[in-house]
């Protein structure tokens, strides 16, 4: 399951590499031209419903299975993609997972946390909680697992860690090899591992963030990790990251969000999510209004995945409804 190398080991999940597909009635339909779009499909990374998650885990989980581990715990809120693939990658590797989710029974019911019980794991409510509560709660359950003869691996929040964001380093490298000429690769910024490592082989002139309100400061969280994972300071004012697609919060539907998934669904056959995917195409869309992306340049949109999230958000599903065409028979 992990390379041979000992610092670098690395658990198999995922099928690589992901395809990369031209979008040329959306790129028409938002003032590029019809060869300019392109999506780089990581919604289809094979493990537990895909999903940028699964190349982090790759290296996280590789890492815990070094050191020994018999169970991975994690943390997120109860719709979260990692929590998600965390616990499929458990199911895989035949390790306990323990998810330690922000919030209480019956918050949620639907979307991730349905897979969640199918891939077997088990879910700690932490009640309405900060980052650092969060986090805190993960390290006492870990010491509980401890206490029951486990060997516990806790997994970062959105599997955002240096060693996470190597398999986005790897990304980049894909990227490279499948369109040499590209210019601009746009991508959701959650917790900040994926644009983090895309930063290593891309540099930040050809890498666009667009912040979903999952950490307070993101450019300050993308530029840690960049930094550690090449060991050279990268300073957060050299980041191209747009602030302008949060809206009222990170669990909130935006009118800009719901434009941008309805328009890529009705041109392309592709779905995105409200929170990350949703938001990024809205950046994108908001970037070539501005002209920060313009025609004529081969710009890649990076589909982080997230789907059952789409299922687990009422607000989203309400509106779908509304916007069904009935006609007589």
């Not at 190398?5 to 031209?22: N, Y």
């Not at 392309?268 to 195409?281: K, N, Q």
Request: aromatic content about 4%; proline content about 5%.
């Amino acid at each position: 399951m992990t390379s041979d190398s000992p610092t670098s080991h690395r658990a198999v999940f995922g099928t690589w590499p992901t395809p990369l597909e031209p979008m040329p009635r959306l790129a028409r339909a938002i003032g590029l031209g019809a060869g300019d779009l392109w999506i780089k499909r990581d919604d289809l990374t094979g493990l537990g419903g895909g999903g940028n998650k699964v190349r982090k885990l790759e290296w996280t989980c590789g890492a815990a299975l070094a050191d020994g581990a018999t169970a991975l715990v994690t943390t997120g809120a109860p719709q979260s993609n990692h929590a998600r693939l965390t616990a499929a990658a458990g199911a895989r590797l035949g390790l306990d997972v323990v998810l330690v989710l922000a919030g209480a029974p019956g918050s949620s019911t639907s979307g991730n946390l349905a897979l969640d019980g199918l891939f077997g794991a088990t879910v700690v409510w932490a009640g309405d909680v900060d980052d650092a509560a969060l986090d805190s709660a993960a390290e006492h359950v870990a010491e509980q697992l401890r206490q029951r003869g486990f060997v516990p691996a806790l997994i970062p929040f959105g599997g955002s860690s240096v060693i996470g964001a190597r398999g986005y380093a790897e990304c980049g490298r894909e990227l490279l090899a499948q369109a040499p000429d590209l210019a601009t690769v746009v991508v959701a910024v959650g917790s900040g591992g994926t644009m983090a490592g895309l930063l290593d082989p891309l540099g930040s002139a050809r890498v666009l963030g667009v912040h979903c309100g999952a950490v307070t400061d993101p450019a300050r969280t993308v530029s840690e990790l960049t930094s550690g994972l090449t060991g050279t300071h990268c300073a957060p004012e050299t980041l191209s990251l747009r602030l302008d697609q949060v809206g009222d919060g990170y669990s909130t539907l935006t009118e800009a969000a719901m434009a941008a998934l309805t328009l890529t669904a009705r041109t392309e056959g592709i779905v995105l999510d409200p929170i990350y995917t949703g938001r990024a195409m809205a950046g994108l869309m908001a970037a070539v209004e501005e002209g920060e992306v313009v025609p004529g340049q081969r710009t890649i949109f990076l589909h982080s995945g997230g789907m059952p999230g789409l299922f687990g958000h009422a607000p989203t599903l309400a509106k779908l409804e509304e916007a069904l065409t009935f006609s007589s028979p």
